[in-house]
C-alpha cells in the first residue's frame, strides 16, 4: 500500500509539472494577452510616408523585431542600426514574409519621414524593415508597453536601452535580447525563438573546434566587423586594412576611443571620413587603453597578412592593373 501510494504521489508530481510547463504556451495562443488588448493601436508613419495602425498592420498575425532608434544619436543607434542591418543579410529571402523588422523613433519631433528614408538608405535598408514616427506621447506610452523604455532613460547616455524585442503575434511569445549582439548570435537566436529550422546551424557540439580567440580579434569582431572589413572592402564604414599606414597610431587612438570629440572638433580627417560614408557616426565603443592598444596592433598584423597575401598571388595582365587603378 505504501509503495502504491508513492507511485500515485510520483505520478501526481509530474503531471503537475508538465501542466506547468504546458499553461503559459497554451494560454498564449488561446488568449494572447500580448495581442490587440495589450498594445495601443497607435497610428505611425514609416520612412515611406504611409500611415500604419502599430497593432493591426504591423503586428497582428506576424513575427517582429523592435528597437527604439533616433537619428541624431551619438552613441548606440548606429551601432544597433549597423547589426541589425548585418542580420537582415544574414535572414535573406525570410524578411519581409517570416519577420519583419520595425524601428521606432523616440525624437519623432525631428525624425520625419524625410530624415528616417535617408538614415535607412545609409544602412542598405531593404524589404520587411520600416522606420517609424509618430505622435511623441503615443510613442512613448508604446515604447513602455513593449518593455522597451526604463525611468532612468532620461539620465543615460544614449537616452534608451540599446534592446531588441522579438514577437510572434501567432503564440503570443516575446522575449527581449540585447541589440548590438553578434549579428551571427542574432539571427541564429531569431531562428530559435521563431522555430526556423533551416537557419540554426546543423553542425554538433562535438563538431566545434577549440576557440582561439585572441581579446584583439574579439574586440574587433564583436564591435567593430559590423560597419568594417580588413582587406575586403567598405561596408557602412571604410576598409580599415592598411589603417595604421595611412594614419598615425596616435590618430587611430584618439578616433577610436573618442570618435564624437575628435569630428566635432573640425578634425580634416573626420570630417572627409564624415562626408564619405554618408554621415554614419561612428559611435563611441567606450574601449580603454589597453583595448585600443591592442586592437590598433591587430589591424597592424592584419594588413601586413593582407600586404604579404597580395604578393604571394600571381600577377595580373597590365589593363588588369589599369582597371584597378582608376
Given amino acids: 500500500m505504501a509503495m502504491l501510494l508513492l507511485c500515485w504521489k510520483a505520478a501526481l508530481k509530474a503531471m503537475l509539472v508538465a501542466m506547468a510547463l504546458a499553461l503559459p504556451w497554451q494560454g498564449a495562443i488561446a488568449g494572447n494577452q500580448w495581442g490587440a488588448d495589450y498594445f495601443p493601436d497607435i497610428v505611425l508613419t514609416t520612412q515611406d510616408g504611409d500611415k500604419v495602425r502599430f497593432y493591426d498592420d504591423l503586428v497582428k498575425g506576424k513575427n ?16 544597433e542600426t549597423a547589426r541589425m542591418a548585418e542580420v537582415q543579410r544574414l535572414l535573406g529571402e525570410r524578411m519581409g514574409k517570416d519577420i519583419f ?34 505622435n511623441k506621447g503615443d510613442i512613448k506610452v508604446l515604447t513602455r508597453k513593449l518593455g522597451l523604455s526604463r525611468s532612468s532613460d532620461a539620465f ?11 514577437g510572434s503575434d501567432t ?3 516575446w522575449m527581449r535580447n540585447s541589440a548590438v549582439d553578434n549579428p551571427r548570435f542574432l539571427a541564429t537566436t531569431m531562428a530559435n525563438f521563431f522555430g526556423w529550422k533551416d537557419v540554426v546551424p546543423t553542425a554538433s557540439y562535438a563538431q566545434a573546434r577549440p576557440l582561439d580567440l585572441g581579446r584583439a580579434q574579439f574586440t574587433f569582431e564583436s564591435r ?9 572592402g567598405d561596408r557602412i564604414g571604410p576598409d580599415l586594412n592598411q589603417v595604421t599606414v595611412r594614419r598615425s597610431p596616435a590618430w587611430v587612438a584618439r578616433y577610436l576611443k573618442e570618435p564624437e570629440k575628435v569630428l566635432a572638433e573640425g578634425d580634416p580627417s573626420a570630417v572627409g571620413l564624415s562626408k564619405r560614408y554618408q554621415q554614419v557616426r561612428m559611435p563611441n565603443l567606450r574601449l580603454g587603453d589597453e583595448d585600443v592598444a591592442a586592437l590598433i596592433r591587430y589591424l597592424d598584423e592584419q594588413g601586413k597578412v ?14 588588369q592593373h589599369k582597371e584597378a587603378g582608376r
Avoid at 566587423?225 to 582587406?231: L, N, P
Wanted: glycine letters at 10%.
Fill in 171 to 173: 503564440n503570443g511569445q
Fill in 306 to 319: 593582407a600586404v604579404t597575401a597580395q604578393q604571394a598571388a600571381p600577377p595580373q595582365h597590365s589593363h
Fill in 156 to 166: 543615460s547616455k544614449d537616452g534608451h536601452a540599446s534592446s531588441l524585442m522579438l
Fill in 101 to 134: 523588422f520595425l524601428s521606432i523613433s523616440i525624437d519623432p519631433e525631428k525624425d520625419t519621414p524625410k530624415v528616417l528614408k535617408a538614415y535607412a538608405g545609409k544602412f542598405g535598408v531593404g524589404p520587411g524593415w520600416l522606420f517609424l514616427t509618430g
Fill in 224 to 232: 567593430c566587423a559590423s560597419c568594417h572589413t580588413i582587406g575586403q
Fill in 64 to 79: 517582429v523585431a523592435v528597437n527604439v532608434i533616433y537619428t541624431s544619436c551619438r552613441d548606440e543607434c548606429p551601432l
